[in-house]
């Protein structure tokens, strides 16, 4: 009977044993086993993509990475060079969407891009630097602004086999010099124009989806673009480096060159534009010379955007006329931007802050067709962003533009952030997307 007892109590914690060994080994949707794999949790719960964070998100894995500013090696990211954006990434999908939220640190809100200030020593208007600037000492004469973004980039039905193993690398060319054929002899320099985005292949595609303020954003989408070959290198050498396979969604090739520079690809043309430059010339005092002034203005206003809805109902108003003084007129009144520093910068300093009222260089509209996908809401919360977004596992895409979830595959994919910059951004490659089944 005793050893009867001592079996049976063997046997139960062999089962118990057991049991828990392979019960812990089964991925909990809330741990990180890999810092570099996203598991999207299934769920039959689906978050309302507001920029809270719902409960749900709490039973969710989560990774943190920490993207950095990459040396390009031809001066475009100068300034920014070793910055570093710690994000956190959740992901979940249903039967008809996947689901993410990322959560990033960031000091100030920077959505206005190149805002519009007047300058009281020239009495001219003026667009405020897109990046960073420094004197030929590389000392910084004037900080950028730029925008708040954030970026995702997918192999299109793994046909960029580079992606595999470089993700956002695969077609970030800036490393790659050109032909200047402005010169003779021609001779090769380095790109330090652009950093413009190709594959390497003529069938190879990178999904591109864009956290873009001056796209979409303020109606809730992301912009959903892509990157092809447009030519490839050779092509890009004969062009002077402008070359450029980052394309909005819908846009295909309409021709291609059969003269110098044979082989560059013309895209149909695009009517679903997000945005478009508020900008205009205008003689001073009606007669004198022609300087650029902001086209749209809200009078008073302190908003981050002029929409088209704004132009088309009133809100806005078209200026007409400028000063010498640098007053703007308009339908029913006028701007004097010397009144007050409301429309200037506030001090003269390189980091000094601008008026609050000082106008947005873009008009924007929302993205439509295959560039609205992508639903999301972006919250800023005063230390930082909150980002929900969503797109279906398969979208109604006939040309090969978005990656498709639909059968559940492991997708490696690269995450990139900008902090109040146009082009300088940082990067965090060879991440992978797995999915609970």
């Given amino acids: 009977m005793k050893i009867l007892k001592i079996v049976s109590l ?33 769920t039959t719960t689906a978050p309302t993509i507001d920029g809270t964070v719902d409960a749900i998100w709490g039973t969710a894995n989560k990774i943190e990475f920490t993207p950095g500013v990459p040396d390009a090696g031809n001066g475009l990211f100068v300034g920014y060079i070793g910055d570093k954006y710690p994000v956190s990434l959740k992901a979940m999908y249903d039967a008809e969407y996947i689901y993410f939220l990322a959560e990033y640190a960031d000091k100030d809100k920077s959505l206005k891009s190149a805002p519009w200030y007047f300058n009281p020593t020239t009495n001219l208007w003026a667009k405020e630097p897109t990046a960073k600037t420094f004197d030929a000492n590389g000392v910084l004469t004037r900080e950028g602004y730029g925008e708040d973004k954030i970026a995702m980039l997918w192999n299109v039905d793994n046909s960029t086999p580079k992606f595999i193993t470089q993700t956002c690398y695969a077609s970030c060319h800036v490393f790659t010099p050109y032909m200047d054929y402005s010169v003779t002899p021609a001779v090769y320099k380095s790109n330090a124009a652009s950093g413009n985005h190709y594959t390497n292949g003529t069938n190879e595609k990178i999904d591109m989806w864009w956290l873009h303020p001056n796209r979409g954003f303020v109606y ?48 149909t043309a695009d009517a679903t534009q997000g945005s478009v430059a508020n900008t205009q010339n205008l003689k001073l005092d009606g007669t004198g010379t022609s300087v650029a002034v902001p086209k749209w203005v809200i009078p008073g206003s302190t908003a981050d955007f002029i929409s088209v809805e704004d132009t088309l109902s009133g809100t806005a108003k078209l200026v007409t006329a400028v000063s010498s003084l640098g007053v703007l007129t308009y339908s029913g009144g006028t701007i004097d931007p010397t009144v007050g520093t409301d429309y200037q910068r506030l001090g003269a300093t390189a980091t000094s802050a601008i008026g609050a009222k000082c106008f947005p260089s873009n008009i924007v509209s929302n993205v439509k067709n295959g560039r609205a996908d992508i639903d999301a809401k972006a919250v800023y919360t005063g230390t930082g962003w909150v980002v929900e977004y969503r797109r279906k596992l398969k979208t109604t895409d006939v040309l090969k533009q978005d990656i498709d979830f639909s059968s559940l595959q492991d997708q490696p994919f690269g995450f990139a952030v900008w902090d109040k910059s146009n082009y300088q951004h940082a990067i965090q490659p060879n991440l992978m997307l797995k999915f609970q089944k």
């Avoid at 046997?11 to 794999?37: G, H, I, M, R, W």
């Avoid at 892509?226 to 004969?238: E, F, I, P, R, S």
């Avoid at 396979?245 to 003269?259: E, I, K, M, N, Q």
């Fill in 10 to 42: 063997f046997a139960f914690l062999v089962l118990v044993f057991t049991y828990c060994t392979k019960t812990d080994q089964v991925v909990t949707s809330a741990v990180t086993q890999n810092p570099s794999e996203l598991l999207a949790l299934k």
């Fill in 220 to 267: 809730g989408k992301m912009d959903d673009n892509y990157q092809d070959n447009a030519g490839g290198q050779a092509v890009t050498n004969l062009t002077g480096g402008n070359a450029n396979g980052r394309h909005y969604d819908d846009l295909v090739v309409a021709s291609t060159s059969t003269t110098w520079p044979v082989g560059k690809p013309t895209y």
